[in-house]
Structures are given as structure tokens and as C-alpha cells.
């Protein structure tokens, strides 16, 4: 039987959608392909019983896409949309607003070779994503681990619980819980992402349009809004809300229905940074203004240039910010500004407190280590500040990327068998292991489902909320 193709795109000016969907129909098989114009895109193969089935699933799904706008088109004829990347970088010193006159106590410096924005620190590892895709970890002692390499720009490094994910330019998320990065979220093609964060398997997604939007497990849209401003920088979820940062200040939503909840007016949020009852939003007026969860203004920052990042301790003790100009301040929880020092490395796009060190990723793609330590901070001041280590990856190690497939094994023992099926059209997963729930559905890399094929997981664990599984660690295909 000859094979059927129908080729579609939908392109808005200004900016907005620039995407393509085509279908593919070979005998019983159909192949739907789609994403930006000029990607390769994503790839959804579904096999039916006939090839009457075949043609009319097809033929429903490109009428669903020829109702939203899509229409036929040369595939080749329009080019690709370049991806919007953070145009910020620092002035020089012969700015009106000036930078510090003296150097942090910078303890070590690892140097990534492209600027950066992911940064993600714990007890026991410091990592760094930088505009070229590389993904770096170290100890705290400033030794390189391990480096992934992923497709395109790191745009944020997020934990949500046990796991670890990486947004990034490609439009996609994702997991680095494993010792093999996989696909854990696709992010709608349209969507040029800012920003985003995850809590219990939720995905909040901020855009370049000033939308924002909450995304489930399975890919799907919770909500999505369009935000009262532009330029959404901030995104930061929790149990109960999405909070976003945008030109116009800062609006939470519901995470489950998107009802906005509350909004405050600042100057246009640059960065964003929560802790469990507190919000911080670092605006383009040289502000970090601080608000309660449920809206209350509390505090107001006041630094010298516009703030690119900001943090705090856990306790909300200190605040941190990072300006326009290379340099760093800390206050007290009171707002009292209790220190300005130069970076030394560029400006800081994001950073985190952590045990009296202040990290921080730059224009010039360092992780720099800074002791915060009160001892350290009063040195500094007088002008005397310690060696800088200076750190580089070593040649030996290898850069993971992320895989479509994995390892084979033969035999289950030691880990949680969960089994890829067909529903309504999508690829699913459950696990079969007994003493778990069957009627659940899994979070699971959607690069390498296929339908009736099992794996083994190193664990499955239960979402906070109830109704779904998360895996957990390596996986491997079970033969």
C-alpha cells in the first residue's frame, strides 16, 4: 500500500507560533512528527489494527490541527526562528551606577566555557548548565565529577524532590537522576521558554510572551494564561501555586485550576527565588522586593543596579542579590544592606546560599565559590581575600548526552518492572511488580516508551499528591 503524507504548518507574526505537524499513514501505521519549523522534531509512531483505522485517526487529527490554523505547506519553504536567549550582560565600570570597589572572598572558580544560567547546590554536589548545553558537577572541594552534554542551552538546573531536572533551549526537560540524562517533559513547540520550575511532577513554564502555564506528568496542559506583562523571567511552584515574575511584578495561580490568586505591582522581575514561605522577585528598579506566599508585601531590597539574580537563607537570615555591574550584596532579614563586594568573574545570572557560601553562575560562564561566613565578608572589606583556585574539567571524563535507548537485562531482581501500553492514542505506562497500584499511570522518559515493551527502574515512588508514580533512577529494557 502507497504511503500518505500531509504536511502542515501554522507561523503567527510577531513572535508567535512558528510550528509544523505532519502525518504519515503506511498501510496500519501512523507516524505523526512535530515541532518548531526547521527542527527535527518529535516523533509519535501508533500501529492499529488496519489500515482503515489508520487513515481515520489520521484524518481526525490533521482536521483538529487545520482548525487551530494550520494549513498546508512547502516543508523547507520557511526558515527556522532562532530561540530568544537572554541578551544581558554587564556595563563597564564607567557606568553611572558603579561597581564594587573591593573583590569577594572568592574560594574557587570553575570555568565552563559559555555563560550560564542553571545552577543547582546540596550537601553533596554543585552543578552548573551553561548556554552551550554542558552541565557540570563538582564537590564542594571543587572536584569535577561528572559533565552531561544536552542539546542546547541550560536555561535552569531544578530539584522537585528526589529528582533533578534541567531545563533547556530545545524546548524540552530534562532528567538527570540517573546516570543517563532522559526526556521527561516535551514543552509545547510554541512556547519559547524563560524560565520554569517543578513541584510533585507539576511543570510551571514561564515564556517569552509573558505566559505562563502548568504542564502534568503526562505532558499535558493543567492551565495556561497569558500573564498582564511581558518578558516572564520568574516562575517558582510549590504545593499549592505557581508563582510568576514578569514586566509588571509578580502573580500567583492556582497550580491546579490557573485562577490567579494575587498580583503585586514592581518594577520588571528579572529573577526569581522562593523559600517555603516567601517569595523574592529582583527587578530591573534595583530592587529584590520580598513578599509572603499569600501576597503580602514585607520587605523591599534596595541595591544599585538592576538585580539579574537574588537568594536567600533558608531561615531568611540574609538575603543575597546580583546586579548589572558585577557585584553581590547581602542583607539582613530587616533590609539593612550589610555588604557590596565585586564578583571578580561578571555578573551573576543565578545563584544559592548554601552552609555560609554563596555560589553563583556568571556572564563569563564561572561557578564561583564564595565564603559568606561573616569571619571571610570583614576580611574581604579590608582588602584581603584569599587565593582564588582556579578549577578545569579534566580531559578524562566524557560528557553524557541523553539516550534513546538503555541497557538490556534479562532478569527483574532488584528493581520495580513497569510496562509501556496504547490509551486513547498515547503510549502510557503502569507497573506490573505487585503491591502497587495498577491503575496508576507513571512519569517516565518519553523518549523511550514503546508500546508492550517493560523495563526495570531502580525505584517507583508515589507522587506527594496521590493518583501517579514517579521513577526513579537507572532503567533498563527488559528482554
Partial sequence: MSQEQTYLELSEEGGGAHKFYEVTVDDATMTIRYGRIGDAGQIKTTTFTDAAKAKATAAKKIGEKVRKGYAPAVQGARQKRSVTRRQIISPPSTSRTRPASRTAPVLWRYASGASAFGIFIDDEVCMVGNEAGRITTLDHNAQVLRQYQLPDGVKCIVADDAWLYAGCDDGNVYDLSGKVPHLAYRISPEIDIYWLDIHDGVLGVSDSGGGVCAIDHEDEFLWRRQGSGSSGWMVRCDATAVHHGHSRGVTSYDWRTGQQRWHQSTGSVLFGWQESTTLYAGTSTRQVARFGKDGSPQKVYQCDGAVYSCAAADDGRYVFAGDNCSSVYCFDEAGTRLWKLATGCGSAYSMQYHAERLYLVTTDGSLACIDASE?????????????????????????????????????????????????????????????????????????????????????????????????????????
Fill in 375 to 479: 569571619a571571610a565578608i570583614r576580611a574581604a572589606e579590608q582588602g584581603s581575600v584569599p587565593q582564588i583556585v582556579d578549577v578545569k574539567a579534566p580531559s578524562t571524563i566524557e560528557a553524557v548526552a541523553p539516550a534513546a535507548s538503555v541497557d538490556i537485562v534479562h532478569d527483574s531482581s532488584g528493581g520495580v518492572v513497569v510496562e509501556c501500553f496504547e490509551e486513547g492514542g498515547q503510549v502510557r505506562v503502569r507497573v506490573v511488580s505487585p503491591g502497587y497500584d495498577s491503575s496508576w499511570r507513571v512519569q517516565f522518559p518519553k523518549n523511550i516508551r514503546e508500546p508492550r515493551a517493560r523495563y526495570v527502574v531502580t525505584e517507583v515512588r508515589a507522587s506527594q499528591r496521590g493518583g501517579f508514580y514517579r521513577a526513579y533512577g537507572d532503567i533498563r529494557r527488559l528482554i
